[in-house]
């Protein structure tokens, strides 16, 4: 398996739909982690958990996954000595609960799910964690309740705040102080409480500055008459900062305890995460659990690209019993690729554990390895061609390949000269069918479907085409070969039957036809139709409005008609030429502009004219403007 066949087949992008039914990031991770396996019994295991997860989805009303957040950075801080904060302990604690709440859940789910629900045995509870944090913890911060002590210690606090409040309603309602007040209230400043001082009375008021308003003209004051109180507050506070910090170290000695046990709780709810969320995927997307083998065998009923959406043509398609190697024809845009990248999604899908879109009895091989070569691989940094870049893919999957592998090929050999394409493809494709691999091919090569008829182990296919309408049917037909269609369709495209008549004859044998057109006669006749197109061309005059055939828009005829036929055009205050064939009259002239108007005035700006009469004139100030600009343009 290699990132290039994930990238050219979606496979990241089915994780992402996948990923959207997760409840936390810890199901999501595990799904980005997720790669195909070639082992056959993890494969297995993987798909027989999707069964019992759809089995639990269709018995139960809910799946209690709340709570199960990722709680991995708060672990991490435990496991380095670091204390938790109140809001770190509660998710603690709601990750615990949703693990005993989960726990439950599943052991009932025995009978129908005895793989999933035997998981749940190795879920550790911790119910006396929970307790602990949930007595001290109340509103994300630690609770009175929590010690004897910390009751204390802010019973004491609230009455040392009540003093210092009293003492400054006294202060604030005295006659003495009225001059000096800003404003009647009660304020705090680095947690100590201060009322505001008019600025100009600062040093009249006994206490401590302790901030200044933006504008300066308030000064926030801790009167003298509550600093005895206010040390007593700072002492206090000290303390119960120095309790609190106790009592969040005991609870998270707590959980360093458990630490193994939480950080096994973690993996278990992240397996039950992304297999639910595989699940609600299979169920919202019509999917099943396929058959699987590990002997190349693949039968897709009625499959559907995942990513596709609206209305998909179901595909059928089979290989590894009878042959090994299927060529696909049929027309452009007929859905040979897309038939290539719905095989390929879909093993790639079964080896990751997911159910696949597609029909009961489907059965999907398991590979130790999968290549993709689709698409243009043109590089323009390495100067690779088209199809030098395909062979150099080819090579790089043919050092790779072993006989448990399945080789998707779009268009193999084509971007080459065809003859030698096409006998390039099919040694290339029988080296891959002598190597063990399974392989899916195609191809618009007359000689590949040859050679694919007459091997033994090889098979043609081929997408259905309506001929009546030119569509694709998307439709893949096993045993039969299809044309590309390309002289059909080209006949209802409207090209002449006697190019026809000859492409078919070039088909069969080379006589190819060089008889030339007299050039003489070719070169009068172009120049007759020249003469009569410019017979009837328009007489276009200067100060015209025209219509721009290529700008949808309208321009001032500026310079008639020169050799070449262009004509000079003002159009959004440029000059362009324009060809007359490409022009269209409008507006004459003279019947926009009165008798002996200045025309030339359309094509000068306003201020141009004024600079010119302000020189003529012998204006300074226009004179020193124009050698300021030849100055500036050296």
Same mark, same amino acid.
């Not at 050092?399 to 065809?418: C, H, M, Q």
């Not at 090889?458 to 590309?484: H, Q, R, W």
């Not at 409207?494 to 190019?499: A, C, M, N, R």
């Given at each position: 398996?290699?990132?290039d066949?994930?990238?050219?087949?979606q496979l %990241?992008?089915?994780?992402?739909?996948?990923?959207?039914?997760?409840?936390?990031s810890?199901?999501?991770?595990l *799904?980005?982690?997720l790669?195909? !396996?070639?082992?056959?019994s993890?494969?297995?295991?993987k798909?027989?958990?999707?069964k019992?997860?759809?089995?639990?989805?269709?018995?139960?009303?809910?799946?209690?996954?709340?709570?199960?957040?990722?709680?991995n950075?708060?672990?991490?801080?435990?496991?380095k000595?670091m204390i938790l904060?109140?809001?770190?302990?509660?998710?603690?604690e709601d990750?615990l609960?949703?693990?005993r709440?989960?726990?439950?859940?599943?052991?009932d789910?025995?009978?129908y799910?005895?793989?999933?629900?035997?998981?749940a045995?190795?879920?550790t509870?911790c119910?006396?964690?929970?307790? +602990?944090?949930n007595?001290?913890i109340?509103?994300?911060k630690v609770?009175?309740?929590a010690?004897?002590e910390?009751?204390?210690?802010r019973r004491n606090?609230?009455?040392?705040?009540?003093?210092?409040?009293e003492k400054?309603n006294?202060f604030?309602?005295s006659?003495?102080?009225?001059?000096?007040?800003? %404003?009647?209230?009660i304020?705090?400043?680095?947690d100590?409480?201060v009322?505001p001082i008019? #600025?100009?009375?600062?040093?009249?008021?006994?206490?401590?500055?302790?901030?200044t308003?933006?504008?300066?003209?308030t000064v926030?004051?801790?009167p003298q008459?509550i600093?005895?109180y206010?040390?007593?507050l700072?002492?206090?506070?000290s303390?119960?900062?120095?309790?609190?910090?106790k009592?969040?170290?005991?609870?998270?000695?707590?959980?360093y305890d458990? *630490?193994?046990?939480?950080?096994l709780?973690m993996?278990?709810?992240s397996?039950?995460?992304?297999?639910? @969320?595989?699940s609600?995927? #299979?169920?919202n997307?019509n999917c099943?659990?396929?058959e699987?083998?590990n002997h190349?065998?693949?039968? *897709?009923i009625?499959?559907?690209h995942?990513?596709?959406?609206?209305?998909?043509v179901?595909?059928?398609?089979e290989?590894?019993?009878?042959y090994r190697?299927l060529?696909?024809?049929?027309?452009?845009a007929?859905?040979?690729?897309v038939?290539?990248? /719905?095989?390929?999604l879909?093993?790639?899908?079964?080896?990751?554990?997911?159910d696949i879109? @597609?029909?009961?009895?489907s059965e999907?091989a398991?590979?130790?390895?999968?290549?993709v070569d689709?698409g243009?691989?043109?590089s323009?940094?390495?100067?690779?061609?088209?199809f030098s870049?395909?062979?150099?893919?080819i090579?790089?999957?043919?050092? +790779?390949?072993n006989?448990n592998?399945?080789v998707?090929?779009?268009?193999i050999g !084509?971007g080459t000269?065809?003859?030698?394409g096409?006998?390039l493809?099919?040694a290339?494709?029988?080296?891959?069918?002598?190597m063990?691999c399974?392989?899916?091919? #195609? /191809?618009h090569?007359e000689?590949i479907?040859?050679f694919?008829?007459?091997?033994?182990?090889?098979?043609?296919?081929?997408?259905m085409?309506?001929?009546e /309408?030119?569509?694709?049917?998307?439709?893949? /037909?096993?045993?039969k070969s299809?044309?590309?269609?390309a002289?059909?369709?080209?006949k209802?495209?409207?090209?002449?039957?006697?190019?026809l008549?000859k492409?078919?004859?070039?088909?069969d044998?080379?006589?190819?036809?060089?008889?030339l057109?007299?050039? !003489?006669?070719i070169?009068q006749k172009?120049i007759?139709q020249?003469k009569?197109?410019?017979i009837?061309?328009?007489?276009?005059?200067?100060?015209?409005?025209?219509?721009?055939?290529d700008?949808?828009?309208?321009?001032?005829v500026?310079k008639?008609?020169?050799?070449?036929n262009?004509l +000079?055009i003002?159009?959004?205050d440029?000059f362009?030429?324009v060809?007359v064939r490409?022009?269209k009259?409008?507006?004459?002239?003279?019947d926009?502009?009165?008798?002996?108007?200045d025309l030339?005035?359309?094509?000068?700006s306003?201020k141009?004219?004024?600079?010119?009469?302000?020189?003529?004139?012998? #204006?300074?100030k226009?004179l020193k403007?124009?050698?300021?600009?030849?100055?500036?343009?050296?």
């Amino acid at each position: 398996m290699n990132l290039d066949t994930f990238e050219k087949l979606q496979l %990241e992008e089915v994780k992402e739909l996948i990923k959207e039914h997760c409840v936390s990031s810890l199901g999501k991770m595990l *799904i980005d982690k997720l790669q195909p !396996s070639g082992n056959y019994s993890v494969v297995r295991r993987k798909l027989e958990e999707n069964k019992e997860a759809r089995q639990v989805l269709e018995n139960s009303n809910h799946i209690p996954l709340e709570g199960l957040f990722n709680i991995n950075s708060v672990i991490d801080k435990v496991e380095k000595g670091m204390i938790l904060e109140p809001v770190e302990l509660i998710a603690c604690e709601d990750f615990l609960r949703g693990c005993r709440k989960i726990k439950k859940f599943m052991i009932d789910k025995e009978f129908y799910a005895p793989t999933l629900s035997s998981y749940a045995l190795n879920i550790t509870e911790c119910e006396d964690i929970e307790e +602990e944090i949930n007595f001290s913890i109340k509103n994300n911060k630690v609770s009175s309740d929590a010690s004897k002590e910390l009751k204390k210690i802010r019973r004491n606090i609230d009455i040392c705040e009540g003093r210092i409040k009293e003492k400054l309603n006294k202060f604030l309602t005295s006659s003495t102080n009225k001059k000096y007040i800003q %404003e009647f209230i009660i304020s705090k400043r680095d947690d100590r409480f201060v009322v505001p001082i008019k #600025s100009s009375f600062k040093n009249e008021v006994q206490g401590v500055i302790l901030d200044t308003s933006s504008k300066g003209s308030t000064v926030f004051i801790e009167p003298q008459s509550i600093s005895k109180y206010s040390l007593e507050l700072i002492s206090l506070k000290s303390e119960e900062s120095i309790e609190e910090y106790k009592i969040l170290s005991y609870l998270t000695e707590l959980i360093y305890d458990k *630490i193994k046990e939480i950080n096994l709780n973690m993996e278990i709810v992240s397996q039950y995460d992304m297999v639910f @969320a595989k699940s609600k995927f #299979s169920q919202n997307n019509n999917c099943i659990t396929p058959e699987i083998n590990n002997h190349g065998y693949t039968k *897709i009923i009625k499959g559907k690209h995942p990513l596709l959406k609206g209305s998909v043509v179901p595909l059928d398609f089979e290989i590894g019993d009878k042959y090994r190697s299927l060529i696909i024809t049929g027309p452009n845009a007929g859905g040979k690729t897309v038939t290539l990248k /719905t095989v390929g999604l879909l093993t790639l899908m079964t080896q990751c554990g997911f159910d696949i879109p @597609a029909m009961e009895n489907s059965e999907i091989a398991i590979f130790e390895k999968i290549f993709v070569d689709i698409g243009d691989n043109q590089s323009i940094e390495n100067a690779l061609s088209t199809f030098s870049s395909h062979i150099k893919n080819i090579a790089e999957i043919m050092r +790779e390949a072993n006989k448990n592998t399945l080789v998707l090929f779009d268009e193999i050999g !084509s971007g080459t000269d065809p003859n030698e394409g096409a006998s390039l493809a099919i040694a290339l494709l029988e080296e891959f069918y002598q190597m063990g691999c399974i392989t899916i091919a #195609s /191809t618009h090569y007359e000689e590949i479907k040859h050679f694919a008829n007459k091997h033994p182990h090889f098979e043609n296919a081929g997408m259905m085409f309506d001929k009546e /309408t030119l569509e694709p049917l998307y439709k893949l /037909t096993i045993g039969k070969s299809e044309d590309s269609n390309a002289l059909f369709i080209s006949k209802k495209m409207g090209v002449k039957e006697s190019v026809l008549r000859k492409a078919r004859a070039y088909m069969d044998e080379k006589n190819y036809d060089f008889t030339l057109v007299n050039e !003489s006669k070719i070169y009068q006749k172009t120049i007759e139709q020249e003469k009569s197109s410019i017979i009837n061309f328009v007489d276009f005059k200067v100060g015209d409005k025209v219509e721009l055939l290529d700008f949808n828009d309208f321009g001032i005829v500026h310079k008639p008609m020169d050799k070449l036929n262009n004509l +000079e055009i003002l159009y959004k205050d440029k000059f362009i030429n324009v060809n007359v064939r490409r022009l269209k009259l409008k507006v004459k002239a003279k019947d926009l502009y009165p008798e002996n108007y200045d025309l030339e005035s359309l094509f000068v700006s306003f201020k141009k004219r004024k600079l010119e009469k302000d020189l003529q004139r012998g #204006s300074k100030k226009a004179l020193k403007k124009i050698q300021k600009e030849i100055k500036n343009n050296r």
